[in-house]
């Protein structure tokens, strides 16, 4: 079972990486327009969030990756912040925009949980 949950955040994180390629757009919308190099940011992040989660799967540098995700993920909430209290920029319900800040902190307690499985 400990297996299977590292595997699934590691997998998460690699579609949620390569999203950012897919739906750059999206991504770049979510930013606030004073923000500098948004598209290069995108992808540069969705870069780090697919090296970030094959470091997890690598046995040697799962402990620090964990920790390394958790702050890339404390890191990006003010983005997640800025989507929920800007909820009519995006086709997404206002609820959900809202709900999706709470899982920023069970995704971090989640890697920090799989960090530590050798």
């Given at each position: 079972?400990?297996?299977?949950?590292?595997?699934?955040?590691?997998?998460?994180?690699?579609?949620?990486?390569?999203?950012?390629?897919?739906?750059?757009?999206?991504?770049?919308?979510?930013?606030?327009?004073?923000?500098?190099?948004?598209?290069?940011?995108?992808?540069?992040?969705?870069?780090?969030?697919?090296?970030?989660?094959?470091?997890?799967?690598?046995?040697?540098?799962?402990?620090?990756?964990?920790i390394l995700i958790?702050?890339?993920?404390?890191?990006?909430?003010?983005?997640?912040?800025?989507?929920?209290?800007?909820?009519?920029?995006?086709?997404?319900?206002?609820?959900?925009?809202?709900?999706?800040?709470?899982?920023?902190?069970?995704?971090?307690w989640w890697v920090?949980?799989?960090?530590?499985?050798?």
């Amino acid at each position: 079972m400990k297996k299977i949950a590292l595997y699934v955040f590691a997998i998460l994180f690699i579609l949620a990486g390569i999203s950012h390629f897919a739906l750059e757009p999206f991504f770049t919308g979510a930013m606030p327009d004073w923000v500098p190099f948004r598209p290069a940011i995108v992808y540069i992040s969705g870069v780090i969030e697919i090296l970030l989660a094959i470091g997890l799967l690598y046995k040697p540098t799962r402990r620090k990756v964990g920790i390394l995700i958790a702050i890339f993920l404390v890191l990006i909430f003010p983005v997640n912040i800025y989507m929920a209290v800007e909820p009519e920029q995006y086709s997404i319900p206002a609820f959900a925009l809202w709900l999706r800040l709470p899982l920023q902190f069970v995704l971090i307690w989640w890697v920090l949980k799989v960090r530590k499985f050798i």
